[in-house]
């Protein structure tokens, strides 16, 4: 039978894993050999991932919004015509669950036969889960004469219910997360990683 000590070290360790589970995780790849500054303009695909097959959603004009101020900072310009890289994007919020468990004591109370009654202790857990969404944004970038993927990042637990309550601003955070890893830098920018 395991120590109610170490039980209880173990519920510490799955609490402390799920809390680093819950923060957003950016992973970025890129194609070997690109010069990312040899490019001079941007533009997007025909349809985005956020849009629907008749309609441009509200989501991609904020996707467009975040992009344009990512890529321009970088010293990209805008070409709806000609780009030399194209732009897609999608989000996708998917259900989650996690569960842990609580090391619990209660106690047993039993009758002797000769009147006495006994309190024993009696261990156990409690399970309890947690069920939730995990917002994951993904940038692609493509050179357009090419039509191959040179770039992308991924942000996987960035777009929350409560972080959409103001879709504008969560979707730029995102973007800015994700172009924190980009291999040029935009003016005033850290190094990528």
């Known amino acids: 039978m395991q120590s109610p000590l170490f039980k209880t070290f173990g519920f510490v360790c799955v609490l402390f894993l799920a809390g680093c589970a819950s923060k957003p995780h950016i992973a970025v ?6 010069d990312f500054t040899a490019f001079k303009t ?5 349809q985005p991932g956020t849009d629907r097959e008749s309609y441009t959603t509200i989501l991609t004009s ?4 975040a992009v344009d101020k990512e890529m321009q900072a970088r010293g990209y310009r805008y070409s709806a015509a000609e780009p030399d890289l194209q732009v897609n994007f999608f989000s996708n919020v998917e259900n989650r669950t996690e569960s842990y468990s609580t090391p619990q004591v209660s106690f047993g109370f039993f009758r002797s036969r000769s009147g006495v009654v006994l309190g024993m202790p009696l261990y156990g857990e409690r399970v309890d889960t947690r069920n939730y969404k995990v917002g994951t944004v993904s940038i692609e970038v493509v050179d357009a004469e090419r039509k191959e993927l040179v770039w992308n990042g991924v942000l996987e ?9 103001n879709p504008s601003s969560s979707v730029q955070s995102a973007v800015s997360q994700i172009f924190e890893r980009y291999p040029v ?9």
Request: charged residues 25%; hydrophobic residues 35%; aromatic residues 10%.
């Open 42 to 46: 941007y533009g997007y695909v025909e």
């Open 29 to 34: 790849e890129s194609r070997d050999g690109v």
């Open 185 to 193: 830098q935009g003016a005033g920018a850290a190094p990528a990683q």
């Open 157 to 165: 637990g960035a777009l929350s219910r409560k972080a959409m309550q």
């Open 62 to 65: 904020h996707f467009k919004r």
